[in-house]
């Protein structure tokens, strides 16, 4: 294998995922598209032994990066230099900050991000709703939620939509936005493009606003944009999500499903998910639901997909009548 110097990224990831154990690597690779998973298990795959010393340098390279971002999530990016200078030195650290930022792994707003969404919101409430949309695409899913409560319910829906149709923001507006709010931030992105908003990222924040808001807004978008609330709406509460339930929510739902749907959405899901239904119904029954999901065999995604959203659909009726309950925190947090 060649040296550390001379590995191209894929090499180095490929050599990190072995390091790791194959139980840690799979957790990781998942969350790869697949084009990329594909490449990595290839060249892993390619890999007959590793250099110790190699070895070594790659996973060291790993901690310098994560420990990097994570000075930078805590203070911003000079915070990270100073500290990385002390640790690795100049040189070293001004090679870790520009990596990071070179791939875009260093997100906008790093000091709105640490301030109260209250103070925040008196902060931006005069904001173009653009604007607003932009910063809430980038705070956590619980602030974002807080400060999409606080605003006016023509407002809501309003940001609601930017958010769920914005796609990428060119670094020139990020950076002219960042230097109204953000006058101490020594620096942005880097030239890609970065990813924000987007439906995803709307229905996190709206899994943790309250149910008013949620309704609200879904109404104002049904009005302007149904396919796009059709969208959201399908992804508010997806079927692995049922492990979020307490057994007696469980039990109400298996009482109205379809035990055919049952199959077919256990098919395609994890073994979490199967075990946690299976504790809640009767052993027979539990047996009766294995053998119909063996007799199955291969299935088409599509079908998995819709007995999984029929069941969603029960989940989300039987939380709009009050007979179960979606925890989601905030004012719905559950009291014992």
Request: aromatic share 4%; no cysteine; net charge negative.
């Amino acid at each position: 294998m060649a040296s550390k110097k001379n590995l191209t990224g894929l090499q180095k990831v490929a050599i990190f995922m072995i390091a790791i154990g194959p139980e840690r690597s799979s957790k990781i690779l998942k969350k790869f598209p697949d084009e990329d998973i594909e490449r990595i298990s290839k060249e892993i795959a390619n890999i007959s032994s590793i250099d110790p010393e190699i070895k070594k340098a790659v996973m060291e390279e790993f901690l310098q990066l994560n420990e990097a971002q994570n000075y930078i999530a805590t203070g911003g990016i000079k915070y990270a230099r100073e500290l990385l200078e002390k640790t690795v030195g100049p040189q070293r650290a001004n090679e870790i900050i520009k990596r990071l930022t070179a791939n875009s792994q260093i997100r906008p707003f790093t000091s709105i991000r640490k301030t109260d969404p209250k103070q925040l919101l008196n902060f931006i409430n005069n904001e173009h709703p653009q604007t607003i949309a932009l910063i809430l695409s980038y705070l956590d899913p619980e602030k974002a939620a807080v400060i999409l409560n606080s605003l006016s319910e023509e407002m809501q829906s309003d940001i609601a939509q930017r958010i769920a149709t914005m796609d990428r923001t060119s670094p020139e507006i990020l950076k002219e936005v960042e230097t109204v709010l953000e006058r101490k931030l020594s620096s942005v992105v880097g030239q890609d493009f970065t990813s924000a908003g987007g439906v995803g990222t709307l229905v996190d924040i709206l899994n943790r606003v309250d149910r008013g808001t949620e309704k609200s807004i879904l109404e104002d978008l049904e009005r302007q944009d149904q396919e796009l609330a059709e969208e959201i709406r399908k992804r508010m509460f997806v079927f692995e999500d049922i492990i979020s339930l307490d057994d007696h929510s469980i039990r109400r739902v298996l009482r109205e499903v379809d035990f055919k749907d049952l199959a077919y959405a256990i098919k395609g899901s994890s073994d979490e998910v199967a075990e946690r239904i299976y504790k809640n119904l009767s052993k027979r029954a539990a047996e009766m639901l294995k053998e119909d999901i063996e007799s199955l065999g291969p299935v088409r995604l599509r079908e998995v997909e819709t007995a999984q959203q029929k069941i969603v659909q029960i989940i989300r009726r039987l939380d709009e009548t009050g007979e179960i309950i979606i925890s989601r925190g905030g004012e719905d947090a559950i009291i014992v």
